[in-house]
């Protein structure tokens, strides 16, 4: 009987075990409980071999990992279309120990002592625009006095070529070079308008002639204005790192195309500091075109005005709800504008049906205005508001 006794329970003791060996498994596969490890996630590159923007995973704290962008593609493709720019020229200034005294030159003038002269250099980026040899840079790049600089352009296979100069527009911060050569690489055009805020782009230029130098951030803002780099601002912001060397290069957007030209940067210590300016391509593309044309941009003014941005305390004296648009301070009574019906005092707050917030934006709708034509402006007289069809003249040639 012990014999049966102890038979029956090994055989309930076997038989509890199999029971709880197969719960255990059970909840380790059942569905409410995931797999240790995830499936693999889709590679976006295989899944479009045309991506231009690849994802690199790297291991993250912790043994996960992470997806990182790959911009290897997007340079090799872009990168030879940036050149190097170096310009030289030859400044006359007073040989006199007072030059910089504005008392003395007042009174005796610049060459009492004679003049002298010197060679100031000046060294950015360009960027190809055409296989032809035309290239966008900055005014600045090519100097004050562009038309008697010497222009050296260094290419990506390490040529070193003259440049000469097609145009310049100091307002835009924007000139156009042209190069003998053919059958170049170029960068082509983008749609800046498209860009969003936190969108990759990476700077391509020569910093501190450290040539073909590839840095990424994102686009920090757009439509910046009131920065103190051109009288006509509409800038990119990005925190890619822009450094001196770098004017003139390109700013380029994940898919190889050319979104702006890098411009300048704001830093206390003369080095990067995270918040880089360019010019947005749709601009530079408009300059560069009329620069082809006329050798020079034509764009339109509203004649005979002086206009303010509205401030809190301007709006309160003028019991308006908003301190938004443009004050007219002044106006000339024999300018069309005053024909028009324009009167001191007014308060534009737009231009063609689109709101003004400020004198930048108005500058820039009345810069890019057609010649010739009428704008509807709309502006607060006392408490109404008054629909104004103003003549937009061109505005006086800048220096080219």
């Not at 006794?5 to 909840?27: E, F, K, M, P």
């Not at 003395?104 to 003038?109: A, D, P, S, V």
């Not at 075109?289 to 004649?303: A, N, P, Q, S, Y």
């Amino acid at each position: 009987m012990r014999l049966i006794a102890r038979a029956l329970l090994s055989l309930a003791l076997l038989v509890a075990g199999l029971g709880a060996g197969l719960l255990i498994a059970g909840r380790v596969n059942s569905p409410t409980n995931p797999p240790a490890v995830a499936p693999p996630a889709p590679d976006p590159v295989a899944a479009d071999p045309s991506a231009v923007s690849q994802q690199v995973t790297a291991p993250a704290p912790g043994g996960s990992a992470t997806s990182w962008p790959d911009f290897s593609h997007v340079a090799g493709q872009v990168v030879s279309g940036v050149v190097n720019i170096s310009s030289v020229q030859i400044v006359r200034r007073p040989n006199s120990p007072f030059a910089d005294d504005p008392f003395f030159r007042y009174f005796f003038g610049d060459d009492v002592f004679g003049m002298r002269e010197r060679r100031s250099a000046s060294l950015g980026s360009g960027v190809l625009i055409s296989p032809g040899g035309y290239i966008v840079t900055n005014s600045h790049v090519v100097g004050p006095n562009a038309q008697a600089s010497e222009v050296t352009v260094a290419l990506f296979d390490k040529r070193e070529v003259p440049g000469s100069l097609v145009g310049t527009d100091p307002t835009t911060d924007i000139a156009l070079l042209k190069i003998d050569a053919k059958a170049l690489p170029t960068v082509p055009w983008g749609d800046s308008n498209r860009l969003q805020v936190g969108e990759w782009v990476l700077a391509i230029g020569s910093p501190f002639q450290l040539s073909q130098t590839v840095t990424a951030g994102i686009v920090s803002a757009t439509g910046r204005a009131n920065v103190g780099f051109a009288e006509y601002e509409d800038f990119i912001q990005t925190d890619a790192a822009i450094n001196p060397g770098n004017s003139g290069g390109a700013l380029i957007n994940v898919h190889g195309e050319l979104v702006g030209i890098n411009t300048g940067i704001f830093s206390q210590s003369g080095g990067y500091q995270g918040i880089g300016f360019a010019v947005p391509s749709i601009l530079a593309r408009r300059v560069v075109e009329d620069l082809m044309k006329f050798g020079e941009v034509r764009r339109g003014t509203i004649v005979g005005i002086d206009p303010y941005t509205m401030t809190p305390q301007i709006a309160e004296q003028l019991e308006l709800a908003r301190a938004t648009g443009v004050l007219v301070a002044r106006i000339s009574t024999e300018s069309p504008a005053y024909e028009a019906g324009m009167r001191g005092g007014d308060v534009i707050v737009e231009f063609n049906g689109q709101p003004i917030a400020d004198l930048p934006q108005l500058f820039r709708l009345v810069s890019d205005a057609a010649v010739g034509s009428r704008a509807t402006l709309g502006v607060l007289r006392g408490s109404r508001t008054v629909d104004l069809k103003v003549p937009i003249s061109a505005a006086a040639r800048g220096r080219q």
